[in-house]
């Protein structure tokens, strides 16, 4: 017997941004349990989806997530690879996808999602890099200068306490990341403002503001920060 799933929170539309057979197979199995429509992305229709899956192996697949996000900004976005390509999973996932798997593992993953009763936290996750890359370092230990939020900085204070804050000063720009680090506090090699590197509150100016600080997880053997 084949148990239902997520049928009181799951998805009405899982739309397909792919041709992929394994995938659609699998997704088509997936419907039958969970009881929702499965619709190719050229096909007309009333309902917006709340999946999308992309086949990311295609060309021009990241612009289109990015597009597909900016569209559907509330809809789970499922990205496949055929082969695991570290870089272009993680493009991918800078580009908006919620879930990224190997083309092989797509329907159970979307099969867990719906199992735990919501398809979203309610906040999404940006990438930052593997935990592996920030054992053992302190102070600035990786800046994305490209983030959908601004240059971003990934700070590790002694015991592994992990914050990201934004990397800009507010005085006149200088990256903080440069700045030198004592007791928890940042002082911008600009003209000295200091910043407390867990909550970016100002502590010294000339800066007469604090910055940006966001929630950091670790999940998945992976540092994520979490925003709307
Ligand atoms: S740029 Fe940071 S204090 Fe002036």
């Not at 590197?197 to 503001?209: K, Q």
Request: net charge negative.
């Amino acid at each position: 017997m084949t148990e239902a799933v997520g049928e009181a929170t799951g998805p009405r539309v899982v739309e397909l941004h792919t041709r992929d057979q394994v995938v659609i197979k699998a997704l088509r199995n997936l419907a039958g349990q969970a009881g929702f429509e499965l619709k190719d992305s050229r096909d007309p229709g009333d309902s917006a989806p709340s999946v999308l899956v992309v086949d990311i192996d295609q060309p021009g697949a990241l612009d289109d997530i990015i597009l597909l996000r900016r569209e559907f900004p509330d809809a789970l976005i499922v990205g496949h690879l055929g082969l695991p390509d570290r870089a272009r999973w993680e493009e991918a996932e800078r580009s908006g996808c919620d879930l990224v798997a190997n083309r092989g593992a797509v329907g159970r993953q979307l099969r867990t999602r719906l199992e735990s009763g919501q398809l979203f936290s309610g906040r999404r996750r940006y990438p930052i890099c593997d935990l592996a890359d920030v054992a053992g370092r302190l102070g600035a230990v990786r800046t994305v200068p490209d983030s959908p939020f601004g240059p971003i900085t990934l700070w590790q204070q002694q015991g592994g306490r992990l914050s990201c804050l934004g990397d800009l000063c507010p005085h006149a720009a200088v990256s903080l990341s440069e700045g030198e680090v004592s007791g928890g506090v940042v002082t911008c090699p600009g003209h000295g403002s200091q910043f407390d590197l867990a909550s970016g509150e100002r502590l010294r100016g000339p800066a007469d503001v604090g910055i940006d600080r966001f929630d950091v997880v670790v999940e998945d053997g992976r540092v994520w920060i979490l925003h709307a």
